[in-house]
């Protein structure tokens, strides 16, 4: 998980609050991407960017909303129009690392949302 | 369709013995394959790929996987595993997608591997 930063670890939210996670990377990485993890359901994509003040949407984005400002930094806001907000969140960039060529996507450690 | 599939939801092994997980492809063009490993609560942690070049890709934690294009299948492969393997394996192939120039990951369901002591 080194270098890939994402808060808050555990997040709780009543329905119909919008609610922000954070993810933060010090690797120098060109690429974001925000997936999100259901059981039995693999990883599924809801943005990506590959590169600043760009991005676009990936296969789940409704109710989902992000900015990329910073290169260093990819906000997802899960909105109240997401009608199942529930589940595990990964953050991911990807670029060249010491023992790796560009091709490769290094993960957050994850923010798990609950829905009250 | 471009696609990724695990056929095992669950592979169960003793300690010592070998470890094979499964994974096969259908994708445009040459693939780029990626096996990553998730411990309960975490996120992925990258254990290989192939790119292109030996059919025989080794990785992390004694890790290898064999790429066979004529069986399109990517099989992630330990000699002999250890308690600590346990945990939950993704395989994902990169997708083409016509915005950009990289694509995008599609990952398989997962195959959770348990190994008894």
């Known amino acids: 998980d080194g270098g890939i930063t994402q808060s808050p670890k555990y997040l709780f939210r009543k329905e119909g609050q919008n609610v922000t996670l954070s993810c933060e990377q010090n690797?120098?990485?060109?690429?974001m991407y925000w997936y999100r993890q259901d059981p039995g359901q693999g990883l599924r994509l809801i943005y990506y960017?590959?590169?600043?003040?760009?991005?676009q949407k990936g296969d789940i984005a409704e109710g989902y909303s992000v900015s990329r400002e910073k290169k260093e930094s990819f906000p997802l806001t899960v909105t109240s129009a997401q009608k199942n907000p529930t589940a595990f969140y990964l953050c991911?960039?990807?670029?060249?690392?010491?023992?790796?060529?560009?091709?490769?996507?290094?993960f957050g450690p994850g923010t798990r949302l609950t829905v009250l | 369709a471009q696609s990724v599939a695990q056929p095992e939801d669950q592979v169960n092994v003793a300690e010592g013995n070998p470890l094979t997980v499964k994974c096969t492809y259908s994708?445009?063009?040459?693939?780029?394959l990626f096996w990553y490993v998730q411990y309960p609560n975490r996120g992925l942690q990258f254990l290989l790929k192939?790119?292109?070049?030996?059919?025989l890709v080794k990785g992390s934690y004694g890790f290898e996987a064999e790429f066979n294009k004529s069986q399109t299948s990517f099989h992630l492969k330990k000699p002999s595993a250890l308690v600590s393997d346990s945990a939950l394996y993704f395989c994902?192939?990169?997708?083409?997608?016509?915005?950009?120039?990289?694509?995008?990951?599609?990952f398989g369901a997962g195959t959770q591997v348990v190994v008894t002591p």
């Open positions: 994708v445009s063009g040459n693939p780029y």
């Open positions: 192939y790119i292109t070049g030996d059919n």
């Open positions: 991911a960039s990807r670029g060249r690392t010491s023992g790796s060529g560009p091709d490769t996507q290094y």
């Open positions: 994902a192939v990169r997708v083409l997608a016509p915005t950009d120039s990289w694509g995008k990951l599609q």
């Open positions: 960017s590959q590169i600043v003040n760009d991005f």
């Open positions: 690797l120098n990485h060109d690429a």
